[in-house]
């Protein structure tokens, strides 16, 4: 007598297989995503780290916030940031449509609420690379945010950095932002909650021969 393998069982098998994979996406539907601000003073390089964590981590949500600065060299509109014009970011503006927004360097940066608001409901999780001012708004919308916060190596790159930004720039406004970029940026980020106590900006002052 010849036995032949039930082949119901198979289906029942694979069924199975297919009941959880969609569970796992209901899950995953019900979860909502966790958002990381990722935020520094100019020049510090939070875009360059948030460029290489979105190569390494796939699936990762990245808001592209709007800017009313013009682009540098390499940046494309959309991908980078969407570049719109003062009327047309203050229009946003007003409208509510930022779920935070700040002047920065006399040019304007926001998050769009919707798109943000959309991919967290989805169960993505998205990075956020913005200003320290933005960050405050947001740590007060979204209490349960996880905040980074970069220091640059030093300021001497850090001044290096702002000039090769501002090559243009007199040099009178390029050591205004070399000092307003340090202790202060330091001492808001503690205020704010980023666990950058003023013990740390003394010690990494005094390491780069900034103080007594």
């Known amino acids: 007598m010849s036995?032949?393998?039930?082949?119901?069982?198979?289906?029942?098998?694979?069924?199975?297989e297919?009941?959880?994979?969609?569970?796992a996406e209901l899950e995953l539907i019900k979860r909502r995503g966790a958002l990381i601000v990722v935020s520094a003073p100019s020049g510090a390089g939070k875009t360059t780290l948030c460029h290489e964590v979105?190569?390494?981590v796939p699936?990762?949500?990245?808001?592209?916030?709007h800017t009313t600065r013009a682009p540098r060299p390499g940046e494309v509109n959309g991908t980078d940031?969407?570049?719109?014009?003062e009327a047309e970011f203050l229009a946003?503006?007003?409208?509510?449509?930022?779920?935070?927004?700040?002047?920065?360097?006399?040019?304007?940066?926001?998050?769009?609420?919707?798109?943000?608001?959309?991919?967290?409901?989805?169960?993505?999780?998205?990075?956020?690379?913005?200003?320290?001012?933005g960050a405050r708004q947001l740590r007060q919308r979204y209490p349960e945010a996880v905040s980074i916060f970069i220091m640059a190596p030093s300021m001497k790159e850090l001044e290096a950095r702002l000039r090769e930004r501002n090559s243009?720039?007199?040099?009178?406004?390029i050591a205004?932002?070399?000092?307003y970029e340090s202790e202060s940026a330091f001492n808001r980020a503690f205020k704010q909650g980023f666990g950058v106590p003023p013990a740390t900006w003394r010690k990494h002052a005094r390491l780069q021969g900034l103080s007594g």
Not at 59 to 65: A, E, I
């Open 92 to 133: 946003m503006r007003d409208r509510d449509a930022f779920a935070e927004w700040a002047s920065v360097h006399d040019h304007y940066y926001g998050t769009p609420v919707q798109a943000l608001e959309g991919a967290l409901s989805r169960g993505l999780d998205v990075l956020l690379d913005i200003d320290t001012h």
């Open 176 to 179: 205004e932002q070399v000092g």
């Open 3 to 16: 036995w032949t393998p039930c082949e119901p069982k198979r289906g029942r098998r694979a069924a199975g």
């Open 81 to 85: 940031f969407h570049f719109v014009t």
């Open 168 to 173: 243009d720039a007199p040099l009178a406004r």
């Open 18 to 23: 297919e009941h959880d994979e969609a569970r």
């Open 59 to 65: 699936g990762l949500f990245y808001s592209v916030s």
């Open 54 to 56: 979105r190569q390494r």
